[in-house]
């Protein structure tokens, strides 16, 4: 008997503007010991279903029909009591924000007890040693069970979470993008934690995630939703290897990989569908690019596939390979192929020992004392070149200084040090009187596009806005709007102009955010984690649209994200940022093949692989970065590096230390080049660091 | 803990500060005010020139300013009042039966209203839409909107005049003549003077924790934390007890505030029902410009305020894991 049964779910919203369908007629079971994957875009009601079993679904969320059986038990029949006592005890929850999932006024071991408590009749003594074991299982310092939330950062605070998940040792686990928002190397470890545990004791684990990739490396078993339909499901090697539904193609196609970097990836162009009503047609139709009439008619039922684990819902399943094989070409999904490597230009911007630091806050008494203030080195002496209609990417886990140095090299900050050059004139010329000519030539994109527009402006007033700012093209106002509509592919522009970003789609608010940075023509964007709030499919449009505004338009862009796969998708060249300077620097073909640096080189292993026959190493970085103020003397990777000797302590490498044509990294025994004497090469392969997950120090008094 | 201590320190000096700057506001604004008492006892031919100028050499009147201000800061600060110009009587024994008639008073009717009042509040915060929601905000909001001498007025004509349960005016009836405090609270008739006023402050104060409180819910429950909670297993009332305790801090920072503002009494309320407080005495020493006893109570209102505050600020850095003890804010 499976542990999980679920049967023809549905589940529906009620809100102010009518019924949400947010999960459709959705089956499919668990076995004991079985990682299931659940994957889809954004809406299409993973959390919902994940709700729904555990009986978490907000007050105007209900469950229209189905069941969901549990050890033989249909849950959605319990009383409010007979469900408590299930939850945690046999089914326990990794929420998808762990950020501000755990209680802010009451200690982590506390929560924990809470859980512990609640179901056991274990004394106070007892709780707290379990929380401590609990705590070292997830590689957290058992001396800390007493911290509050915000002392932890938000890889700890999963762990947290993790840990109590683990508390009870449940016979399901259910983790709600476990890891969305954390940088790929703390999103490595944590699967690996999750995984390692749950192998241990021999849970079942529900997965839910948009990114293909972790569900191919963990899960035996996966389904694709998509408007609350389930499109396909079976085991992870049938489906992901050899996809039969149309939607699986476009979504595994979305999904950027390393290796084949000047492969564009394929979007999905278009939106998610209507929920307000149950599915007449299939859910899909509207962007599926094989949709016949029959599509039209009804919404297929999933089908089993001959002698596999194997079911899928299309009309035209039985010509699956056929589409498998269009699926690839871009034209299939209307995306012009657009791949011609365009000569890059003369230099644009050019920065030599850029630094910016700043001030920390001192208390009252060493000011008065007149002591030197400590300094966060948050840009540390980054020299960089981007020409026209290049993109030079640059990538690092959180806090290494990226935003900064985007904003500094966008003057929204005042460089400390260093040299700083655009379009042939020095800093000091636009920082005397030039920053308006400055402004409209240097365009940034932020964080979430979405947050950016003002609900209460139509399209033309967005987008005329900076026009009228600048004074620029003012006469042909219209024209210049409608241009840049037509150049971010919002066809044709007349229909846009007159809506309210409420009206639009993800992606196409995020188009007319672009387009406000490129109605002023300008010569350079700065783009910082444009994509990081977004689904697969919209990402690799913004990706698509960026790459081509570089080969067309002839400007120079600056990519700023921690997501090395889709920086390499994107960029032509890429700077490797650690502690606030670029430790690797080159075309982006080379160091995704041969990195050099250490680091780099644990970036890129960090990554997810979407294709589950493939193994891979997992990379387990040991630590976090340590503090900026407080640097370690020469190297700066060198506590986390597992290369290190006695001579990177002493003296920090330059960038030049490796150098070989335009590739150039800070390390004295790098990757990929064996060494002359030293015999490092079997290290480098395998695990870095501790394969448990390393403890910050905890000294003598770990254990009582 | 040591920067815990820090934090302390530096609250405690600000403190100290604010302190001395109400004192002095207190000293010059009484000099400029026109008049002085002794105009009214002079004019009533009561004194002659010659006693006047003894009196005011007594009251240390005669001397420069700047002497005077330091003399009246050394004996102020010290809690030495000196004596009542027209009572004939010191100071502190004028104001402290008045104070503790007060804080009798309005101590309790807070901490009553604090308690029940937020837990109500809590409670429809969390069962938000309900009848009884918008009830309480309804009830709540016209009894701090009106002002409190109406409310009193209303209660004292149905429970006093027409139904006749409750005296309507004073603490004691005439004819009782307690000796000392204990004798004075400890007795039947003093409640039986006590239920009315009690109620009306209850109801008045009220208003603003039953608000905060549900403002606080209602902000939490959708929270993740609160989801995780409920995944955990938590029941209904543990869950809510999670949404309260992390609404706590503003209520606690408010309570803390409106204390102190207990020391000034409820003026209004306490003519209302003839209660012999610290606010209705103030208002006499105004009238008749008795110099110390004016002094000493705005002192010692200023000075409940300052310290409220200070407890405030300390329960917040207590109470809230995530604040930054060392960090700014204004004072
Ligand atoms: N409380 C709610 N009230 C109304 N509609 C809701 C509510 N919660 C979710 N929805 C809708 O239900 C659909 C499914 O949402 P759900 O959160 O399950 O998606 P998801 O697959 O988890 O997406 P994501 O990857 O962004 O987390 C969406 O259309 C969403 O707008
Ligand atoms: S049923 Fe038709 S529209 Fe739906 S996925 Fe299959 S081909 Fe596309
Ligand atoms: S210089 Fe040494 S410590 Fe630094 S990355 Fe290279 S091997 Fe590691
Ligand atoms: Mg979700």
Same mark, same amino acid.
């Given at each position: 008997?499976?542990?999980?049964?679920?049967?023809?779910? +549905?589940?529906?919203?009620?809100?102010?503007?009518?019924?949400?369908?947010? $999960?459709?007629?959705?089956?499919?079971? @668990?076995?004991?010991?079985?990682?299931?994957?659940?994957?889809?875009?954004?809406?299409?009601?993973?959390?919902?279903?994940?709700?729904?079993?555990?009986?978490?679904?907000?007050?105007?969320?209900?469950?229209?029909?189905?069941?969901?059986?549990?050890?033989?038990?249909? #849950?959605?029949?319990?009383?409010?009591?007979?469900?408590?006592?299930?939850?945690?005890?046999?089914?326990?929850?990794?929420?998808?924000?762990?950020?501000?999932?755990?209680?802010?006024?009451?200690?982590?071991?506390?929560?924990?007890?809470?859980?512990?408590?609640?179901?056991?009749?274990?004394?106070?003594?007892?709780?707290?040693?379990?929380?401590?074991?609990?705590?070292?299982?997830?590689?957290?310092?058992?001396?800390? @069970?007493?911290?509050?939330?915000?002392?932890?950062?938000?890889?700890?605070?999963?762990?947290? %979470?993790?840990?109590?998940?683990?508390?009870?040792?449940?016979?399901?686990?259910?983790?709600?993008?476990?890891? +969305?928002?954390?940088?790929?190397?703390?999103?490595?470890?944590?699967?690996?934690?999750?995984?390692?545990?749950?192998?241990?004791?021999?849970?079942?684990?529900?997965?839910?995630?948009?990114?293909?990739?972790?569900?191919?490396?963990?899960?035996?078993?996966?389904?694709?939703?998509?408007?609350?339909?389930?499109?396909?499901?079976?085991?992870?090697?049938?489906?992901?290897?050899?996809?039969?539904?149309?939607?699986?193609?476009?979504? &595994?196609?979305?999904?950027?990989?390393?290796?084949?970097?000047? /492969?564009?990836?394929?979007?999905?162009?278009?939106?998610?569908?209507?929920?307000?009503?149950?599915?007449?047609?299939?859910?899909?139709?509207?962007?599926?690019?094989?949709?016949?009439?029959?599509?039209?008619?009804?919404?297929?039922?999933?089908?089993?596939?001959?002698?596999?684990?194997?079911?899928?819902?299309?009309?035209?399943?039985? &010509?699956?390979?056929?589409?498998?094989?269009?699926?690839?070409?871009?034209?299939?999904?209307?995306?012009?192929?657009?791949?011609?490597?365009?000569?890059?230009?003369?230099?644009?911007?050019?920065?030599?020992?850029?630094?910016?630091?700043?001030? /920390?806050?001192?208390?009252?008494?060493?000011?008065?004392?007149?002591?030197?203030?400590?300094?966060?080195?948050?840009?540390?002496?980054?020299?960089?070149?981007?020409?026209?209609?290049?993109?030079?990417?640059?990538?690092?886990?959180?806090?290494?200084?990226?935003?900064?140095?985007?904003?500094?090299?966008?003057?929204?900050?005042?460089?400390?040090?260093?040299?700083?050059?655009?379009?042939?004139?020095?800093?000091?010329?636009?920082?005397?009187?030039?920053?308006?000519?400055?402004?409209?030539?240097?365009?940034?994109?932020?964080?979430?596009?979405?947050?950016?527009?003002?609900?209460?402006?139509?399209?033309?007033?967005?987008?005329?806005?900076?026009?009228?700012?600048?004074?620029?093209?003012?006469?042909?106002?219209?024209?210049?709007?409608?241009?840049?509509?037509?150049?971010?592919?919002?066809?044709?522009?007349?229909?846009?102009?007159?809506?309210? =970003?409420?009206?639009?789609?993800?992606?196409?608010?995020?188009?007319?955010?672009?387009?406000?940075?490129?109605?002023?023509?300008?010569?350079?964007?700065?783009?910082?984690?444009?994509?990081?709030?977004?689904?697969?499919?919209?990402?690799?449009?913004?990706?698509?649209?960026?790459?081509?505004?570089?080969?067309?338009?002839?400007?120079?862009?600056?990519?700023?994200?921690?997501?090395?796969?889709?920086?390499?998708?994107?960029?032509?060249?890429?700077?490797?940022?650690?502690?606030?300077?670029?430790?690797?620097?080159?075309?982006?073909?080379?160091?995704?093949?041969? =990195?050099?640096?250490?680091?780099?080189?644990?970036?890129?292993?960090?990554?997810?692989?979407?294709?589950?026959?493939?193994?891979?190493?997992?990379?387990?970085?040991?630590?976090?970065?340590?503090?900026?103020?407080?640097?370690?003397?020469?190297?700066?990777?060198?506590?986390?590096?597992? &290369?290190?000797?006695?001579?990177?302590?002493?003296?920090?490498?330059?960038?030049?230390?490796?150098?070989?044509?335009?590739?150039?990294?800070?390390?004295?025994?790098?990757?990929?080049?064996?060494?002359?004497?030293?015999?490092?090469?079997?290290?480098?392969?395998?695990?870095?660091?501790?394969?448990?997950?390393?403890?910050?120090?905890?000294?003598?008094?770990?254990?009582? | 803990?040591?920067?815990?201590?820090?934090? #302390?320190?530096?609250?405690?000096?600000?403190?100290?500060?604010?302190?001395?700057?109400?004192?002095?506001?207190?000293?010059?604004?009484?000099?400029?005010?026109?008049?002085?008492?002794?105009?009214?006892?002079?004019?009533?031919?009561?004194?002659?020139?010659?006693?006047?100028?003894?009196?005011?050499?007594?009251?240390?009147?005669?001397?420069?300013?700047?002497?005077?201000?330091?003399?009246?800061?050394?004996?102020?600060?010290?809690?030495?009042?000196?004596?009542?110009?027209?009572?004939?009587?010191?100071?502190?024994?004028?104001?402290?039966?008045?104070?503790?008639?007060?804080?009798?008073?309005?101590?309790?009717?807070?901490?009553?209203?604090?308690?029940?009042?937020?837990?109500?509040?809590?409670?429809?915060?969390?069962?938000?839409?309900?009848?009884?929601?918008?009830?309480?905000?309804?009830?709540?909001?016209?009894?701090?909107?009106?002002?409190?001498?109406?409310?009193?007025?209303?209660?004292?004509?149905?429970?006093?005049?027409?139904?006749?349960?409750? =005296?309507?005016?004073?603490?004691?009836?005439?004819?009782?003549?307690?000796?000392?405090?204990?004798? %004075?609270?400890?007795?039947?008739?003093?409640?039986?003077?006590?239920?009315?006023?009690?109620?009306?402050? $209850?109801?008045?104060?009220?208003?603003?924790?039953?608000?905060?409180?549900?403002?606080?819910?209602?902000?939490?429950?959708?929270?993740?934390?609160?989801?995780?909670?409920?995944? &955990?297993?938590?029941?209904?009332?543990? /869950?809510?007890?999670?949404?309260?305790?992390?609404?706590?801090? =503003?209520?606690?920072?408010?309570?803390?505030?409106?204390?102190?503002?207990?020391?000034?009494?409820?003026?209004?309320?306490?003519?209302?029902?003839?209660?012999?407080?610290?606010?209705?005495?103030?208002?006499?020493?105004?009238?008749?410009?008795?110099?110390?006893?004016?002094?000493?109570?705005?002192?010692?209102?200023?000075?409940?305020?300052? $310290?409220?505050?200070?407890?405030?600020?300390?329960?917040?850095?207590?109470?809230?894991?995530?604040?930054?003890?060392?960090?700014?804010?204004?004072?």
């Amino acid at each position: 008997m499976s542990l999980l049964d679920i049967t023809d779910l +549905t589940v529906t919203y009620s809100t102010d503007s009518g019924t949400v369908h947010a $999960v459709n007629d959705v089956s499919f079971s @668990i076995d004991e010991g079985v990682n299931y994957g659940l994957a889809g875009e954004s809406g299409s009601g993973k959390s919902t279903l994940a709700e729904a079993v555990l009986g978490l679904l907000p007050s105007n969320g209900s469950v229209e029909s189905g069941s969901i059986e549990f050890q033989g038990r249909d #849950l959605t029949g319990l009383s409010e009591r007979e469900r408590r006592d299930v939850l945690w005890e046999d089914i326990a929850y990794i929420p998808q924000s762990a950020m501000d999932s755990l209680d802010p006024v009451m200690s982590t071991g506390a929560q924990i007890r809470q859980a512990i408590q609640t179901h056991r009749n274990v004394t106070d003594d007892k709780a707290r040693a379990r929380v401590r074991e609990l705590f070292e299982i997830v590689g957290l310092d058992p001396d800390r @069970i007493d911290d509050y939330p915000h002392e932890f950062s938000g890889g700890m605070r999963q762990r947290v %979470t993790i840990a109590m998940a683990l508390a009870l040792e449940p016979d399901l686990i259910i983790a709600d993008e476990p890891t +969305t928002g954390l940088d790929v190397i703390v999103q490595d470890k944590i699967i690996d934690k999750i995984l390692e545990i749950q192998d241990r004791m021999d849970s079942s684990l529900l997965l839910i995630t948009h990114e293909i990739g972790v569900i191919a490396e963990t899960c035996d078993e996966l389904s694709i939703l998509y408007g609350g339909k389930a499109m396909e499901q079976g085991s992870v090697d049938n489906v992901l290897v050899n996809p039969t539904n149309p939607y699986t193609m476009g979504l &595994k196609n979305s999904f950027p990989e390393i290796e084949e970097g000047d /492969q564009d990836p394929v979007s999905i162009p278009g939106s998610p569908p209507n929920l307000s009503e149950s599915p007449s047609a299939c859910v899909f139709k509207d962007r599926c690019p094989f949709a016949t009439e029959e599509c039209e008619a009804s919404h297929p039922d999933l089908v089993d596939l001959p002698n596999r684990n194997h079911r899928s819902a299309c009309h035209h399943v039985t &010509k699956a390979a056929q589409m498998r094989r269009d699926a690839t070409d871009p034209e299939t999904w209307g995306i012009p192929d657009s791949h011609d490597e365009s000569d890059r230009g003369e230099v644009l911007l050019e920065t030599d020992g850029l630094e910016k630091y700043y001030e /920390q806050s001192q208390p009252l008494l060493e000011q008065l004392r007149g002591n030197d203030p400590n300094y966060v080195r948050a840009v540390d002496g980054v020299s960089l070149r981007v020409r026209r209609s290049e993109i030079l990417g640059i990538a690092g886990e959180s806090g290494c200084g990226k935003s900064t140095l985007g904003e500094t090299i966008a003057l929204l900050k005042q460089p400390t040090g260093g040299e700083f050059v655009f379009d042939g004139e020095p800093y000091e010329h636009y920082a005397d009187g030039n920053m308006r000519e400055f402004r409209r030539k240097v365009q940034i994109i932020f964080q979430d596009p979405f947050d950016s527009l003002n609900p209460r402006q139509t399209v033309r007033q967005l987008v005329g806005e900076p026009l009228t700012i600048h004074d620029y093209r003012t006469e042909e106002r219209e024209r210049a709007i409608i241009e840049t509509l037509e150049k971010v592919g919002l066809t044709p522009a007349r229909k846009f102009l007159d809506q309210y =970003p409420h009206q639009l789609s993800g992606g196409q608010r995020q188009r007319v955010a672009v387009a406000k940075a490129l109605v002023l023509d300008p010569d350079f964007l700065i783009c910082d984690e444009p994509a990081s709030m977004l689904d697969v499919s919209l990402k690799v449009n913004l990706l698509n649209l960026l790459r081509e505004l570089a080969d067309t338009e002839d400007i120079g862009i600056v990519y700023i994200s921690h997501d090395l796969a889709s920086l390499v998708q994107v960029s032509d060249r890429l700077a490797i940022m650690y502690l606030g300077r670029v430790i690797e620097e080159g075309d982006v073909e080379s160091i995704a093949a041969e =990195p050099k640096h250490p680091y780099t080189t644990s970036l890129l292993a960090a990554a997810p692989e979407k294709d589950p026959t493939v193994d891979r190493d997992r990379v387990l970085l040991d630590g976090e970065p340590p503090d900026p103020v407080d640097l370690p003397s020469g190297c700066v990777f060198a506590p986390r590096c597992p &290369k290190a000797e006695d001579e990177c302590r002493e003296s920090e490498p330059g960038l030049d230390t490796v150098r070989s044509g335009e590739h150039r990294a800070a390390c004295y025994f790098p990757d990929g080049e064996t060494p002359a004497a030293d015999d490092l090469a079997d290290d480098r392969s395998g695990t870095y660091g501790d394969p448990e997950f390393s403890s910050p120090a905890s000294g003598d008094s770990a254990s009582d | 803990m040591s920067e815990f201590q820090r934090f #302390l320190a530096k609250r405690l000096a600000i403190s100290i500060l604010l302190t001395l700057v109400a004192v002095s506001v207190i000293f010059v604004v009484l000099r400029l005010l026109p008049g002085s008492p002794f105009e009214s006892l002079v004019t009533a031919g009561n004194l002659s020139q010659q006693q006047i100028t003894e009196i005011r050499a007594m009251y240390g009147l005669d001397q420069p300013m700047w002497r005077q201000y330091l003399s009246y800061l050394q004996s102020i600060l010290l809690f030495q009042f000196g004596y009542s110009i027209l009572r004939s009587q010191p100071v502190w024994g004028v104001l402290a039966p008045r104070l503790v008639n007060t804080l009798i008073l309005l101590v309790p009717a807070l901490v009553t209203t604090a308690v029940l009042s937020s837990l109500l509040g809590m409670y429809v915060g969390w069962n938000r839409g309900s009848k009884l929601e918008k009830l309480s905000i309804i009830a709540t909001t016209f009894l701090r909107s009106t002002p409190v001498f109406i409310t009193g007025i209303l209660f004292v004509i149905i429970f006093a005049y027409n139904l006749e349960l409750v =005296p309507a005016f004073g603490m004691r009836s005439i004819s009782a003549s307690p000796e000392g405090y204990v004798e %004075t609270f400890a007795s039947l008739d003093f409640l039986h003077h006590y239920i009315l006023p009690f109620t009306v402050s $209850v109801l008045y104060y009220s208003g603003d924790f039953l608000l905060l409180a549900r403002n606080g819910v209602v902000e939490k429950r959708g929270s993740e934390f609160l989801k995780l909670h409920r995944a &955990k297993g938590l029941s209904e009332m543990q /869950q809510l007890a999670r949404a309260g305790r992390n609404s706590m801090l =503003p209520i606690l920072t408010y309570f803390a505030l409106r204390l102190g503002m207990i020391f000034q009494g409820l003026i209004l309320l306490e003519v209302v029902f003839g209660w012999p407080g610290i606010g209705r005495e103030l208002v006499l020493a105004i009238q008749q410009q008795d110099y110390p006893l004016v002094q000493a109570a705005v002192f010692i209102m200023a000075l409940a305020v300052i $310290v409220a505050n200070l407890v405030a600020d300390v329960l917040y850095a207590y109470f809230d894991p995530t604040v930054s003890t060392s960090g700014g804010g204004a004072a």
